[in-house]
C-alpha cells in the first residue's frame, strides 16, 4: 500500500492529532497543533518571499550571487536554502552577539551560469 504526507492544514489537523496520539507516547496539548498550522504558513510565506528576491535578482541580471547567514544549528533553515540551491561556503566565527551557538554558515547561491564559452573545450571533428 503506498502512503502520502501532505501539508497540514486547518482541513486535516485532527487527523494529524489523532496519529499523535496512536503513534507517540506522548499527548500534544491544542497549543501544539495551532503551532504546526502556523509554521506551515511561515514556511510557505517564506518560499514566497525567497522566490520573490530571487525573480527580481534574475530579471535584473546584475546581480552575480547572493549571500546569507545562517545559524550554524538551524538545520531546518539550511536545508529550506539548499532546495533553492544556496551552498554553505563559510563558517564565521561569534557572528551573533546574543545567541548561541554564535557560530554562522555563509550561504552563497549563484545567479551566473557560465556561457558554453568558458571552460569549454570543444573539438572539432572531419566528416
Do not use: W
Not at 8 to 26: A, D, E, G, S
Not at 42 to 69: P, R, S
Not at 94 to 109: C, F, G, M, S
Amino acid at each position: 500500500s503506498r502512503i502520502e504526507l501532505g501539508d497540514v492544514t486547518p482541513h486535516n489537523i485532527k487527523q494529524l492529532k489523532r496519529l499523535n496520539q496512536v503513534i507517540f507516547p506522548v499527548s500534544y496539548n491544542d497549543k501544539f497543533y495551532k503551532d504546526v498550522l502556523e509554521v506551515g504558513e511561515l514556511a510557505k510565506l517564506g518560499t514566497k518571499m525567497l522566490n520573490h528576491v530571487l525573480n527580481i535578482c534574475e530579471k535584473d541580471g546584475t546581480f552575480d550571487n547572493i549571500y546569507l547567514h545562517v545559524q550554524i544549528s538551524n538545520e531546518s533553515a539550511i536545508d529550506f536554502y539548499r532546495k533553492f540551491g544556496f551552498e554553505i561556503i563559510e563558517t564565521k566565527k561569534n557572528y551573533y552577539k546574543r545567541i548561541e551557538p554564535a557560530d554562522a554558515h555563509v550561504l552563497q547561491k549563484n545567479l551566473k551560469v557560465p556561457s558554453l564559452g568558458q571552460n569549454a573545450d570543444v573539438q572539432k571533428t572531419d566528416n
